[in-house]
C-alpha cells in the first residue's frame, strides 16, 4: 500500500523559497512515476510538475516553469518540489500523487495514489 505524506509547506512572502517533500511510509516508489499537482480555493486541482521512475525525464506547468524542480531520491522514497520565486498566485494546498507506470504524466486521473496536501501561502 502505497501512503504518501508530504511536508515543507507554510506561509512565505512574495519572492521567497520553499522546498516540499513527499515520502511514501507505506512501500517503495523507486518504480513509480511522480507528480505535484495543487489545488486553489474554489478551484480545480491542476498539474504542477512530473517526474519519471528514474528522475531523467520531468514534465512542468507553464506557469512554474523555471521557477519550480522536481527530483527524487529513490534510496529515501522521497520526492521534493523546490519552489523559488514564489508569486501570491502560487498560493494553493500542493498534493503528491504516484502513479503505478514509471512513465510521467500531467493529469490528474493518471494518479493512482494521493498524499493528504500540504498548505502553501505565498503573501504580498
Known amino acids: 500500500q502505497v501512503q504518501l505524506v508530504e511536508s515543507g509547506g507554510g506561509l512565505v512572502q512574495a519572492g521567497g523559497s520553499l522546498r516540499l517533500s513527499c515520502a511514501d511510509s507505506?512501500?517503495?516508489?523507486?518504480?513509480?512515476?511522480m507528480g505535484w499537482f495543487r489545488q486553489a480555493p474554489g478551484k480545480e486541482r491542476e498539474f504542477v510538475a512530473t517526474i519519471n521512475w528514474s528522475g531523467g525525464s520531468t514534465f512542468y506547468a507553464d506557469s512554474v516553469k523555471g521557477r519550480f524542480t522536481i527530483s527524487r531520491d529513490n534510496a529515501k522514497n522521497t520526492v521534493f518540489l523546490q519552489m523559488n520565486s514564489l508569486k501570491p498566485e502560487d498560493t494553493a494546498v500542493y498534493y503528491c500523487a504516484a502513479r503505478r507506470s514509471g512513465l510521467y504524466a500531467a493529469i490528474v486521473p493518471a494518479y493512482e495514489y494521493w498524499g493528504q496536501g500540504t498548505q502553501v501561502t505565498v503573501s504580498l
Open positions: 507505506g512501500r517503495t516508489i523507486s518504480n513509480y512515476a
